[in-house]
């Protein structure tokens, strides 16, 4: 089985790997009237994905822009008194990953920042300070995340981890348990004085 990572870009996500195909197989017809209808047929398919839209000629315009993409300006064909794109779009660049590590992207990247910088710092007591609200922010950030029960732990020793074991913490040390979905508390009803009086 070949998978879609093994195979060549879309050029146009949105229309597939087959309607890809269809273009592709468009430049090896040799016969123009016969590469023009197969190209008129696949403007009709491409027309299906949006059938509200097919008859409207801007929308006829934008299809055809689309099938010279794909073909990369290779195709050549009969089309409507339109110019055609003249070059393909640029390829937006990928966005790169912000988060660091997928392992613990969980606790997100603000976790990773802070714990650099409580490394640097001389004053013992102010450096457990900060060491304790970290744990306490990724306690909190870890529930967000998984919604269960975690061991404090695991907190710490994920916390050591991240440090690259720079920082000596105790990891019997209880942190205080966030409630990330509070219960809320019933509505009140204003009692009504008023009496129900039966009709006679």
């Not at 409507?80 to 790169?96: F, G, M, Q, S, T």
Request: hydrophobic residues 30%; proline residues 4%; contains cysteine.
């Amino acid at each position: 089985m070949k998978y879609n990572t093994d195979k060549t870009d879309l050029i146009i996500p949105e229309y597939g790997r087959h309607i890809h195909s269809m273009a592709n197989s468009l430049l090896e017809i040799e016969d123009r009237s016969k590469r023009n209808q197969q190209a008129q047929i696949l403007i009709n398919i491409m027309g299906n994905l949006n059938p509200h839209l097919r008859d409207v000629e801007e929308y006829k315009h934008k299809l055809w822009d689309h099938l010279f993409i794909m073909c990369q300006n290779k195709l050549d064909v009969e089309h409507p008194p339109y110019e055609p794109v003249i070059k393909l779009e640029n390829k937006k660049a990928r966005i790169e990953n912000t988060q660091g590590s997928v392992k613990y992207k969980h606790y997100g990247k603000l976790i990773i920042l802070l714990i650099q910088e409580t490394i640097k710092i001389k004053d013992n007591s102010l450096k457990n300070h900060a060491i304790e609200q970290i744990g306490k922010q990724m306690k909190r950030a870890y529930l967000n995340w998984n919604q269960t029960n975690v061991q404090d732990a695991q907190i710490w020793s994920d916390l050591e981890k991240l440090a690259d074991s720079k920082i000596d913490v105790d990891k019997t040390k209880i942190i205080p348990v966030f409630q990330t979905n509070p219960i809320r508390k019933k509505p009140f009803y204003k009692k009504s004085n008023r009496k129900n009086y039966s009709k006679k």
